[in-house]
């Protein structure tokens, strides 16, 4: 099966990753398919038109191109309503989707009635979702290097350095959640030299993070009594807590922050689920941080596009296999072959399929597993 594979140029504020690296183009299109990126998709991080056409791509000169031109569209983040406007019930996408917080995406993309399919919900054999997994890793190490510079009195904080000095006490540094964004944060700020807390509601985890990190990291279950004191104590919160597909819960009240010190600072890893504090409310590169009571918010919604060319590459290594099945296959047997992929299908022909989206957004759910075994 020969696929036409189309890749867009991002026109998210601040977005500079891309779908498809040259490397990934090259991969494609010897297994026989044909590619179209758009021109300027991947300029800037360094992959150039010419790059893409030496690999084997077409380049084209605008997104209506590509999107007319393609049977399969390769994304990252989730498609602003003009994309969502150019897509055909016969074309599937996959990209990020983050349906749960957007209900507006959301009746976009069933009006298209598109195959839409989400990287955050695509699973493997072992529960976890390794298409989140390397944004998870970059969002959790900056979550530490944004809320470090949201800490600077210039900026708003409140002027902790957060490894301190000799004499001076080290910043204290809450992570809320102890998956992958929480451990790749704790690692980073107890590498400044942070006093850093995970906490976490599952046991087993905190075990696994003791034996990880050793005295080095202090943990503890996320009950809402030791929230309260640690929020009140802390410098620096990171909120890294996710339920796959549905909105994040909401762990820190708008009044817990009258504790905390003015200047303290809040990193809402978690927006693009709806964040898990309450007084969240999705930011941008170009105005990353505003302050509540007194406590600087940073809940940029694409933290990793910050590093948009070690974040593209990381992508695709991960993304680029299931893009293989895809084309190879098509989207019915693809996904009736591999359980881990279908998991990952949110949107189909005008209905909702994964079950934490639609009760998420109240709407009805149909099985994933009739529509791709529909004949």
């Not at 493997?124 to 800490?151: C, K, N, T, W, Y």
């Not at 149909?366 to 075994?373: F, I, K």
Request: proline residues 6%.
């Amino acid at each position: 099966m020969v696929t036409r594979i189309g890749v867009p140029k991002e026109i998210k504020n601040h977005e500079y990753r891309v779908g498809l690296t040259p490397a990934s183009v090259r991969e494609l299109a010897a297994d026989g398919h044909s590619l179209l990126v758009q021109s300027g998709a991947g300029a800037e991080i360094g992959f150039s038109d010419d790059a893409y056409r030496a690999a084997g791509a077409e380049v084209a000169g605008s997104a209506e191109e590509v999107f007319a031109g393609a049977d399969l569209i390769v994304k990252v983040k989730e498609p602003q309503p003009a994309e969502c406007r150019r897509l055909r019930p016969d074309q599937v996408l996959f990209t990020y989707l983050h349906l749960a917080p957007d209900p507006e995406q959301a009746r976009l993309l069933m009006e298209s009635g598109c195959t839409a399919i989400a990287y955050e919900t695509v699973t493997d054999r072992f529960g976890r979702l390794p298409l989140l997994a390397p944004m998870s890793e970059i969002a959790g190490r900056m979550a530490i290097q944004v809320g470090a510079v949201a800490l600077q009195k210039s900026n708003g904080g409140s002027g902790i350095l957060l490894g301190g000095v000799p004499g001076v006490l080290p910043g204290r540094v809450l992570v809320i959640g102890g998956g992958v964004v929480g451990t790749n944060a704790a690692r980073m700020a107890m590498g400044l030299g942070a006093d850093v807390t995970i906490a976490d509601r599952s046991m087993p985890r905190l075990a696994q993070l003791d034996e990880l990190f050793g005295p080095r990291l202090k943990t503890v279950y996320a009950s809402a009594d030791a929230l309260d004191r640690l929020v009140a104590d802390c410098d620096l919160v990171v909120g890294a807590v996710l339920v796959p597909g549905a909105a994040a819960p909401k762990l820190v009240r708008r009044d817990q922050l009258a504790g905390m010190r003015r200047g303290s600072v809040l990193v809402d890893v978690a927006i693009d689920q709806g964040g898990c504090f309450e007084t969240s409310r999705a930011t941008t590169h170009s105005d990353p941080t505003y302050v509540v009571e007194g406590v600087v918010h940073y809940c940029v919604a694409n933290m990793p596009g910050a590093v948009a060319r070690t974040s593209t590459e990381a992508l695709n290594h991960a993304t680029l296999p299931f893009v293989q099945a895809l084309a190879a296959k098509g989207w019915k047997r693809a996904l009736a072959e591999d359980p881990h992929l279908l998991a990952g299908l949110n949107v189909q022909g005008g209905r909702l399929t994964h079950p934490a989206v639609a009760g998420a957004l109240g709407q009805p759910v149909a099985a994933a597993e009739t529509l791709v075994n529909d004949s």
